[in-house]
């Protein structure tokens, strides 16, 4: 239970990719569950709510951004060049968590992930961890502790990864069962996500064992799919029976209305097909693609096929956690010009809906959590003018195209003020990485 509180801020939220709605003098009223019981502007708000606790934002108020797709332990990983997925993964990545056997490095990286997505501005967030059962524990602790809403999953390889980071396919299911009974909806904000890495690093007898864990205790499933031409191939070795990458997914049962696939670049009609079929959402991790070179994702066939879109970080292949440069990174890769409602509806709204929670979270409508951020639009965008004289338009596009500029303030989770460092960051010094 919170005390209720009316909140005074210019408010910016998604209805779709093409409307928000823009209160340039308005109020959200948060009730003692932490929902919003009213939205709306000053001068219509209903006099009952006039008692309230009163606080005032001189920032534009957003939905706290959801990152559908990003690796804990890839945290100090970022920006390491290293060409193709595969050889990156090799060279840089496994490496790293092998490390995260030891306790106090799962803990110190842990504290230090969840430090830095609140200091983005991040509430929600849909989390790969490593192969340890203890690791797992303990991000799940460190979730808990940051009180972010976090969907995660200890990762699972049974093949072509170091043999750290190897376990048989009966270990790997067994740890992932105790770890949804001590973690799946333990609270309101925690789910668990079984999660085979990608079909490459699985085992047949994996992928299928994973699918019935998931719909016996009814979790989210989480893997990447068609991110690179090398794994695709290597996938089509592995699995010579399937029709193409997704159909080693749909054999094994691990396509679901709780899946989410990361990347899905080099995709086809027929797969796309088969992912609506299933009910199947898509994390785009534009930041991750260029990065890694790994391809544009048509965005415009995933859109005709009716399929759900979220935004990822995919950290370290991304090279940060702030989704304000995912959003600007979605532009790059696309292309062409973007009107500015497009990614930030899919780093809000749309994150919400791949994550089958857009009722309860992902704008600011009466009803919903009040998860919400304070950004402070730079003064030299306003030549002079005050916030409320903006356009929705002009406040979105500032806030997507001077991603690096941007300054996240207070931040609220279910109507709770989620306390950050001083500095305004959330995040501790990260060792050079
Ligand atoms: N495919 C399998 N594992 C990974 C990973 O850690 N990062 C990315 N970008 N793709 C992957
Ligand atoms: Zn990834």
Redesign the pocket.
């Known amino acids: 239970m919170i005390t209720p509180f009316r909140l005074h801020a210019a408010l910016l939220t998604p209805h779709s990719k093409e409307r928000m709605s823009w209160h340039p003098h308005g109020v959200l009223v948060v009730d003692e569950r932490g929902a919003i019981a009213w939205r709306g502007a000053e001068e219509e708000l209903p006099e009952h709510f006039l008692p309230l606790k009163e606080i005032r934002s001189p920032h534009v108020l957003l939905p706290g951004l959801i990152d559908t797709h990003v690796?804990l332990p890839?945290l100090d990983c970022r920006g390491k060049f290293g060409a193709s997925?595969l050889e990156w993964?090799d060279r840089f990545?496994y490496p790293e968590e092998l490390r995260f056997a030891e306790e106090h490095v799962a803990r110190d990286i842990a504290r230090r992930f969840f430090a830095a997505l609140a200091g983005a501005g991040t509430t929600t967030a849909m989390v790969?961890g490593t192969v340890h059962e203890r690791a797992t524990d303990i991000a799940f602790e460190e979730a808990e502790r940051a009180r972010l809403r976090v969907v995660f999953g200890k990762v699972l390889m049974d093949r072509e990864a170091p043999a750290g980071l190897l376990e048989s396919a009966a270990d790997g299911i067994a740890a992932t069962e105790r770890l949804i009974e001590r973690w799946h909806r333990k609270t309101a904000r925690l789910w668990y996500a079984v999660t085979p890495?990608?079909a490459?690093?699985c085992t047949p007898q994996l992928l299928s064992g994973a699918a019935v864990l998931a719909k016996r205790h009814d979790t989210y499933v989480q893997t990447?799919c068609n991110?690179s031409g090398g794994?695709i191939a290597r996938v089509a070795e592995l699995f010579p029976a399937a029709p193409h990458y997704t159909g080693v997914y749909e054999a094994a049962g691990l396509l679901t209305p709780r899946t989410v696939l990361?990347?899905n670049i080099h995709t086809d009609d027929a797969q796309l097909a088969m992912l609506r079929e299933h009910d199947c959402a898509v994390a785009h991790?534009p930041d991750?693609n260029l990065f890694?070179g790994s391809g544009r994702f048509p965005i415009e066939m995933h859109e005709r096929h009716g399929i759900r879109v979220g935004l990822g970080s995919?950290v370290?292949?991304g090279t940060t956690l702030s989704m304000f440069h995912i959003m600007h990174a979605m532009s790059h890769v696309q292309a062409r010009s973007l009107h500015p409602f497009v990614p930030l509806y899919h780093a809000t709204l749309g994150g919400a809906a791949a994550l089958g929670q857009d009722e309860s979270l992902g704008s600011l409508d009466p009803g919903k959590q009040a998860d919400m951020i304070e950004v402070e639009i730079e003064q030299s965008f306003c030549r002079g003018r005050r916030l409320h004289e903006l356009s929705a338009q002009e406040i979105a596009s500032v806030l997507v195209y001077r991603s690096s500029n941007q300054r996240v303030g207070r931040m609220w989770v279910g109507g709770e003020e989620i306390q950050r460092a001083e500095d305004g960051t959330g995040a501790a010094p990260s060792p050079a990485v």
């Open positions: 690796h890839q997925l993964l990545i790969y890495r990608f490459l690093s990447h991110e794994e990361g990347h991790c991750s890694l995919d370290g292949a």
